[in-house]
Every structure is written in structure tokens, then in C-alpha cells.
């Protein structure tokens, strides 16, 4: 009796170990490590050192604006002059169309900066017709640069115009520091990180999702959110844009 009390001691033990091992690992790399089921390898699509893969909207090749600095793929307002040609340069990964996904980056604004994150394009539509969008916005001082109100739906981090995020879970850096964002999507379960914390989930197609779409926005434009598979894209809001370390998992 007393050799079967210490061997389930040792058992018990044991796991207790494991878990405090698995916790903090997650823990501690919460950027980079997901919990999601069925993860596969991640797949860069941009690693600081080459633009393969990258074409413009309904494009062949990279606007001559989008280009690398200092490893990062950066929209270059200089350049915009150079070629008399404003914002609108759009860009997508054209290598290959994604379904369910986890996918991350890091990205940095100027004072009042504006973009997005967008999947599942398709493009025989306009893009932000249909596709869906993770919010990027310099949120501390846009409003003021650009003497406007925003509502919640169009700050960082939300579903553009159909989910908003969770503010008490939202940091958000200044302009010109990097932050982090992770988008995770499958038809069960959607959800937005921003510099490590969830700020929403979603079910896709629900009804909830259904009424939202039929109430806002969106509500001429059927065919928004529809693509169950598509391009992951960068837009282009004619302002200096950063992005970094930007890659892939199939889920």
C-alpha cells in the first residue's frame, strides 16, 4: 500500500510539472505561440529582406511606393511624389489564396496614420467592398490631426465596421513604435490580437454576424464577407506605413 501511495504521488507530481511547463510557456510567448487546434507551419510572407510574392491590387507587379527599409516593407510617400500618383496602391500576397488561418505582424504609423489588414479578397470585386478588415489607426491622435470623430468600429484592432474591440484589453503604442496583431479565422471562430491581448472573436456567418452585416455598412454590399477563401492584403491610406515580420499558418 505504501509503494502504491508514492508511485501516485510521483505521477501527480509529474503532471503538476508539465503543467506549470505548458502554461508558462504560453505565457511567455503570447505573441508567437498559439493555443488554436490543427496549427500548421508557419509560412513567411515577408522577412525583411525581399518583396516576393507581393503585387498590387488587380496588379502584376509592386507599386514603385511599397518598398523595403530597414527590413521593413514600408509605403514610401517620397516615392508617391516621384510618381505624381496618390494612395489607393492597395497590395496583396498573390502566391496563394488562404481559407482558415492564424496569421501575425507587426506594424507601425505616423502621427495620424490610417490602414488595414484585409482577407480573404477576392478580386473581382472591389477590395474593401468585400473583403474583411482588421483596423490599423494611429487611435491617440487621429482624431485630433484630422479634426474628426471615429466610432468604435473604426479604430484599431476592430472588425471594420462590424466588430468592435474590447477597449479595458487595448494598448495601443504611439505612433512610430511597432505593435503586434494577430488575426485568427476559421468558420467556428475568428479572432483579434493587438500586442498580445484578445480584443474580440466573432463567429463567421452567424446569425449575430448576419444582422450585423445587414445593419451597418454593409448593407449594400452582398457580396462583403461572403469569400470563405482569398488574398491577404495591405492597404494604402497615401501615408508612411511599416510592416514587419509578417507570416502565415494554415489552420
Known sequence: MKRILIAMSVVCLCIGCKRTMVNKIID????????????????SLFDGTSTEGWRAFRGETLPPQWTIVDGALTF?????????????????????????????????????GNSGIFYHINEEYWISDVAPEYQLLDDLQWEKINKAKLQEWQKTGADYAMHTPDN?????????????????????????????????EFVPWSKDW?????????????????????????????????FKNIKIRKL
Do not use: C, M
Open 210 to 242: 448576419k444582422k450585423r452585416k445587414a445593419s451597418g455598412k454593409w448593407k449594400d454590399h452582398p457580396e462583403y464577407g461572403t469569400f470563405k477563401k482569398g488574398y491577404i492584403g495591405l492597404q494604402d491610406h497615401d501615408s508612411p506605413l511599416w
Open 76 to 112: 514610401d510617400t517620397e516615392k508617391r511624389l516621384e510618381t505624381d500618383k496618390k494612395g489607393g496602391n492597395d497590395i496583396v500576397y498573390g502566391v496563394e489564396e488562404f481559407d482558415n488561418f492564424e496569421l501575425y505582424l507587426e506594424w507601425k504609423l505616423p502621427a495620424g
Open 28 to 43: 511567455t510567448s503570447e505573441e508567437t505561440v498559439s493555443t488554436v487546434d490543427g496549427k500548421g507551419e508557419w509560412i
Open 168 to 200: 479595458s484589453k487595448k494598448i495601443v503604442k504611439p505612433a512610430g513604435e511597432w505593435n503586434t496583431s494577430r488575426i485568427i479565422f476559421t468558420p467556428d471562430h475568428a479572432e483579434h490580437w493587438l500586442n498580445g491581448n484578445k480584443l474580440l
